[in-house]
């Protein structure tokens, strides 16, 4: 064992027989404070960003295949599911991928009831749609049956809409969609559904996409777009194209007549992963913010601990210490503390994250936060990674201060009191 190891773990953080002096115990507050935040930050940012992405692969598709004239007219700008089906297929390796595949309509439409109305969106799906996100997240009723194509009029509602227009399971009741003449549809709420995520519950009702083909005058084959959802979603970026050119290989091989175009989840919600995004920076801050607080309370310790053995630097110069060694000796010194504030702020903050996690104590607006509770999410690598980036971190900035020692002199120190 190191002669300056061997000295530092005989020594306590304290001076002879005292524990830890009070500037000491401020110098372990403050820095178990500082990794409490930084762990708290880490694991709150990264509940955030899975629960967000989670809901939005969950309620849109990760892959959409529209027509390249989308936007010139809704009812020119249509896509035929049995062409993008087919096409889809055709690429085997690309189909073992594909969860799922839906034929999606979608309009503008109000809801009326007796008392009220109100302005949403009407996504009309086929029975290839995935409603698991949705059926896990029904409060009342149940899932809509699209098998039957008789009946086209069961939807499901968010809880929010449900609320404003006061309905509830087994209301009856009309949707209007304009065009060049006012249409109308009746229909019936079958279930109740909330996600937490506000710009979608506040906006959405969700039913046979039959009925949407019955108001353009669209055959039973004809939608605005298809979605896919697909098992692994790690190589999107990847996927949109080879998906891509399999439909325009299918469309040339069958003399289709409608040119595709294909996005990804994350060029249709581009504002929310830029959000999503910039939360990362703001982690970047906090952490940095942090460490310089750490570092300069690690500082100040580290004088203190000096200054309270400022007579025993001098004995060890007077026999024979050289400056590096003695230096060795308070920074391992001083890494008691910092052994000691990690280990604390650990228990403290992953304990407090639990809480969090399995009780939900703190409450958020869904309006702003697309989530009713504080996320958490916990990540073994980040987290260690964070934990030795405060041990390397804490060990470099004591290097500069520790140079001190250098400036005793032996003569001075044995008057020192």
């Given at each position: 064992m190191k002669v300056e190891l061997f000295i530092a773990r005989r020594l306590?953080?304290?001076n002879g027989a005292k524990s830890a002096s009070p500037s000491l115990n401020v110098a372990t507050v403050g820095i178990v404070l500082a990794i409490l935040i930084m762990i708290l930050s880490v694991v709150i940012v990264l509940g955030f960003k899975s629960e967000i992405t989670h809901k939005l692969y969950a309620i849109n598709p990760h892959l959409k295949v529209s027509n390249a004239a989308l936007g010139i007219d809704d009812n020119i700008s249509t896509v035929n599911g049995h062409e993008v089906f087919k096409g889809i297929k055709e690429d085997t390796a690309f189909f073992a991928n594909v969860q799922s595949m839906s034929l999606i309509a979608e309009k503008p439409a109000i809801m009326k009831t007796d008392d009220d109305f109100m302005g949403v969106v009407y996504r009309g799906v086929d029975d290839g749609y995935?409603?698991?996100y949705i059926a896990?997240?029904?409060?009342e009723g149940r899932l809509p049956n699209l098998s039957d194509t008789a009946d086209t009029r069961k939807i499901v509602?968010?809880?929010?809409?449900s609320?404003?227009?006061r309905l509830k399971v087994g209301d009856k009741l009309f949707s209007y969609f304009i065009d060049n003449k006012v249409k109308a549809r009746r229909s019936v709420v079958v279930g109740i559904y909330n996600t937490d995520f506000d710009a979608f519950d506040k906006s959405y009702i969700i039913g046979n996409i039959g009925l949407l083909q019955s108001v353009n005058g669209w055959n039973g084959f004809t939608g605005n777009y298809v979605g896919v959802n697909l098992r692994n979603t790690e190589h999107l970026e990847t996927d949109a194209p080879r998906l891509y050119a399999a439909l325009a290989r299918s469309m040339m091989e069958h003399n289709y007549p409608t040119l595709h175009n294909v996005s990804t989840i994350t060029q249709s919600n581009g504002s929310y992963f830029t959000w999503l995004n910039m939360l990362d920076m703001n982690v970047i801050i906090i952490l940095s913010l942090m460490v310089v607080v750490s570092s300069f309370t690690l500082i100040s310790a580290l004088l203190m601990i000096i200054l309270e053995r400022i007579r025993m630097i001098g004995v060890l110069k007077s026999l024979g210490c050289s400056n590096v060694m003695i230096r060795k000796i308070f920074i391992y010194l001083t890494g008691k503390l910092?052994?000691?504030s990690i280990i604390i702020g650990n228990a403290i903050g992953l304990g407090l994250a639990l809480i969090q996690k399995y009780f939900h104590v703190i409450k958020l607006d869904s309006e702003a936060y697309y989530m009713s509770y504080v996320p958490i999410e916990f990540n073994a690598t980040a987290?260690?990674?964070?934990?030795?980036?405060i041990i390397i971190i804490?060990?470099?900035?004591?290097?500069?201060?520790?140079?001190?020692v250098s400036t005793i002199k032996p003569t001075s120190t044995m008057k020192f009191e």
């Amino acid at each position: 064992m190191k002669v300056e190891l061997f000295i530092a773990r005989r020594l306590k953080l304290g001076n002879g027989a005292k524990s830890a002096s009070p500037s000491l115990n401020v110098a372990t507050v403050g820095i178990v404070l500082a990794i409490l935040i930084m762990i708290l930050s880490v694991v709150i940012v990264l509940g955030f960003k899975s629960e967000i992405t989670h809901k939005l692969y969950a309620i849109n598709p990760h892959l959409k295949v529209s027509n390249a004239a989308l936007g010139i007219d809704d009812n020119i700008s249509t896509v035929n599911g049995h062409e993008v089906f087919k096409g889809i297929k055709e690429d085997t390796a690309f189909f073992a991928n594909v969860q799922s595949m839906s034929l999606i309509a979608e309009k503008p439409a109000i809801m009326k009831t007796d008392d009220d109305f109100m302005g949403v969106v009407y996504r009309g799906v086929d029975d290839g749609y995935d409603w698991s996100y949705i059926a896990s997240s029904l409060t009342e009723g149940r899932l809509p049956n699209l098998s039957d194509t008789a009946d086209t009029r069961k939807i499901v509602v968010s809880k929010k809409l449900s609320n404003q227009l006061r309905l509830k399971v087994g209301d009856k009741l009309f949707s209007y969609f304009i065009d060049n003449k006012v249409k109308a549809r009746r229909s019936v709420v079958v279930g109740i559904y909330n996600t937490d995520f506000d710009a979608f519950d506040k906006s959405y009702i969700i039913g046979n996409i039959g009925l949407l083909q019955s108001v353009n005058g669209w055959n039973g084959f004809t939608g605005n777009y298809v979605g896919v959802n697909l098992r692994n979603t790690e190589h999107l970026e990847t996927d949109a194209p080879r998906l891509y050119a399999a439909l325009a290989r299918s469309m040339m091989e069958h003399n289709y007549p409608t040119l595709h175009n294909v996005s990804t989840i994350t060029q249709s919600n581009g504002s929310y992963f830029t959000w999503l995004n910039m939360l990362d920076m703001n982690v970047i801050i906090i952490l940095s913010l942090m460490v310089v607080v750490s570092s300069f309370t690690l500082i100040s310790a580290l004088l203190m601990i000096i200054l309270e053995r400022i007579r025993m630097i001098g004995v060890l110069k007077s026999l024979g210490c050289s400056n590096v060694m003695i230096r060795k000796i308070f920074i391992y010194l001083t890494g008691k503390l910092i052994v000691r504030s990690i280990i604390i702020g650990n228990a403290i903050g992953l304990g407090l994250a639990l809480i969090q996690k399995y009780f939900h104590v703190i409450k958020l607006d869904s309006e702003a936060y697309y989530m009713s509770y504080v996320p958490i999410e916990f990540n073994a690598t980040a987290l260690l990674l964070l934990n030795a980036g405060i041990i390397i971190i804490s060990y470099v900035a004591l290097i500069g201060p520790s140079h001190i020692v250098s400036t005793i002199k032996p003569t001075s120190t044995m008057k020192f009191e």
